[in-house]
C-alpha cells in the first residue's frame, strides 16, 4: 500500500462530519497538555523567580567599577543563575516524565483508539472513548504498557545521555576553573605575557574537553539513528493496547516490532509526506494551538489507517490473532455456521487492493456483528454448552435433533460463540463501500461498548 493510497483512506474515514469530531478530540487532548505544562511550570520557576530576584537586587545595589575583580563578580553571579536554571529545568523534566507515564500516555491511548474506531464505521465514535484508558480494569496495564515502551525507548538513549552529562559537567568545571584562574592572577593581568601564562595552564583541559564533545557528538549521532529505528519499531505498542489493554506489556512491545519489521521505513516516509503542511502550520504560528490538531487529525487517521494495514499483515501472517486483540465474532443466527474473528478477517478482501472507499471488512453485515467483551461474556470465561431460548428457535441445518426436538428449550451452541443478550441489535453505522461484497461477519473491538457503535456516550 503506497503513502497515497493511506492517506486517501484517511480522508474518507474523516468524511460524514467526524473530521470536526476528530478535531474536538485533538484540541481536547492539546488543551490538557498545556494547561499540565503551565501548572507545574508556574509552580517550579517560583523558586527559579526567587533566585533571580535576589540576583537583580543585587545588581541594583552594587556599586560597578571597571575593574577586573567586579567584573569577574559578575560573571560567576550570572554562571550561578545558569547552573540553577539548568537543574530547574531538569527537575521539570523529571516531573514531566513521571505525568506523561500516569496520565498522558492513557490520554494518548484514548486518542488512538478513537481514531482506530473511527475508521471501521460510519458514525464518528464517542467522544468519552479520549478517556476509554482511565476505567478500572484498563488503567493499570495502560501505564504498564506504556512505561515498558517508553523504558525501551530511553534505554537506546542512554549513551546519548551520558556523552551530554560529561561533556555539560566537564564544561562547568572547566569555566569555574577558568574564573578561579583569573581571579588569582588578576591583579597581575597587566604583567607582561601573564594571559598567556594563563591559557598555557588551561590548554590541556580545553583539549580535553573538546575532544569529549567530538566524542559525544559522535555518539549523539549514531544513536541517534539507532533511537530514530527504534522509535519505528516500538510505535505499534500504543495502537495495539489501545485495542486491547490487557494484552501484556511485554506481548505489545514484541508485536509490534513484529508487525514493523520491513515497514518501519514506509512509515517514516508517511511522516515525511506531512512536511508540507507542517511548514504550512509555521504560518498560523500565533493560533498553532487550534491549528496544529486540526492537522494532527488528518496525520492521526493516517496513522490509524497504516496500523490497519500492519494488523491486517500480521493476521494474514500468523503473527496474531483477532481474538487477541480484543475481536470477538458473535453469531445470532443459528443458521450459520459459527465463524471466529480471525477467520472472519482473513476471509475478507486483501488490504492491498485498491479501493476508493474504506475497506470492504468494515461492511456491517445483516446477521452476524461483533460483540466487545465489556458487553458481552469475557472471552476466557467458561460458558455452558446448553442456553434457553425461545420456543420458536429455528434450528440450524448441523445441529443434531431428537425426533421431539421442535418441543425442546434447549439447543446446542458453539462453544467458540461468546454470545450475549445485547447482540440481537442490527448494525447498520459503518461505512459501506459501493463495490464491496456484503459480507456475513463483523468484527468490532473488545473495548468499544455498543453504544459507541451508535454514536452515543459510553
Not at 193 to 201: D, G, P
Not at 229 to 242: E, F, G, M, N, T
Not at 358 to 367: G, R
Not at 388 to 415: F, G, I, K, M, R
Request: charged fraction near 15%; hydrophobic fraction near 45%; proline fraction near 5%.
Amino acid at each position: 500500500m503506497t503513502t497515497k493510497e493511506i492517506k486517501l483512506r484517511a480522508k474518507n474515514a474523516l468524511k460524514q462530519g467526524c473530521l470536526w469530531s476528530g478535531y474536538g478530540v485533538n484540541i481536547t487532548f492539546a488543551f490538557i497538555n498545556t494547561i499540565i505544562k503551565m501548572v507545574l511550570g508556574v509552580f517550579l520557576s517560583l523558586g527559579l523567580f526567587g533566585s533571580l530576584l535576589n540576583f537583580g537586587l543585587e545588581l541594583t545595589q552594587t556599586t560597578f567599577s571597571y575593574d577586573i575583580e567586579s567584573v569577574l563578580n559578575l560573571l560567576e553571579s550570572i554562571f550561578n543563575q545558569i547552573k540553577v536554571f539548568v537543574l530547574s529545568a531538569l527537575v521539570l523534566a523529571l516531573i514531566m516524565f513521571v505525568v506523561k507515564l500516569l496520565f498522558t500516555n492513557v490520554l494518548t491511548s484514548g486518542k488512538l483508539l478513537w481514531f482506530s474506531r473511527n475508521r471501521e464505521q460510519m458514525m464518528a465514535p464517542a467522544f468519552s472513548l479520549l478517556f476509554n484508558g482511565l476505567k478500572k480494569g484498563s488503567y493499570g496495564d495502560l501505564v504498564k504498557g506504556m512505561a515498558w515502551r517508553d523504558l525501551w525507548q530511553m534505554i537506546w538513549q542512554i549513551p546519548i545521555f551520558i556523552a551530554q552529562a560529561i561533556s555539560g559537567i566537564y564544561s562547568i568545571l572547566i569555566v569555574e576553573r577558568i574564573l578561579e584562574v583569573l581571579r588569582e592572577n588578576y591583579f597581575k593581568l597587566s604583567s607582561y605575557n601573564v594571559e598567556k601564562q594563563i591559557l598555557n595552564e588551561m590548554i590541556p583541559s580545553l583539549m580535553f574537553l573538546l575532544i569529549i564533545m567530538s566524542v559525544g557528538a559522535m555518539i549523539g549521532i549514531g544513536f541517534g539513528v539507532v533511537t530514530i529505528v527504534k522509535h519505528y519499531s516500538y510505535r505499534a505498542a500504543a495502537w495495539i493496547l489501545a485495542d486491547n489493554p490487557n494484552i501484556g506489556h511485554s506481548r505489545a512491545l514484541q508485536l509490534s516490532k513484529n508487525m514493523t519489521l520491513g515497514f518501519k521505513g514506509k512509515w517514516f516516509i508517511l511522516d515525511l509526506s506531512f512536511i508540507g503542511w507542517f511548514l504550512l502550520l509555521l504560518l498560523t504560528l500565533p493560533f498553532m494551538l487550534f491549528t496544529g490538531p486540526l492537522l494532527e487529525t488528518y496525520v492521526n487517521a493516517s496513522h490509524a489507517e497504516f496500523y490497519a494495514y500492519l494488523r491486517d499483515q500480521a493476521v494474514r501472517k500468523g503473527l496474531v490473532t483477532m481474538e487477541e486483540l480484543g475481536y470477538v465474532a458473535v453469531q445470532d443466527n443459528s443458521n450459520q455456521p459459527p465463524m471466529s474473528a480471525t477467520e472472519f478477517y482473513q476471509n475478507q478482501v486483501p488490504f492491498e487492493q485498491p479501493t476508493h472507499a474504506a475497506p470492504p471488512y468494515n461492511t456491517a453485515p445483516p446477521y452476524n456483528t461483533a460483540q466487545p467483551y465489556n458487553t458481552a461474556q469475557p472471552y476466557n470465561t467458561a460458558q455452558s454448552y446448553n442456553t434457553t431460548e425461545p420456543d420458536n428457535v429455528v434450528q440450524a441445518d448441523y445441529t443434531a435433533q431428537p425426533v421431539e426436538a421442535s418441543q425442546l428449550h434447549d439447543t446446542v451452541q458453539p462453544d467458540s460463540i461468546v454470545q450475549s443478550h445485547e447482540t440481537a441489535q442490527p448494525p447498520g453505522n459503518v461505512i459501506k463501500p459501493d463495490d464491496a461484497a456484503q459480507p456475513d461477519n463483523m468484527v468490532l473491538p473488545d473495548n468499544t461498548s455498543q453504544s459507541d457503535i451508535n454514536g452515543n456516550n459510553l
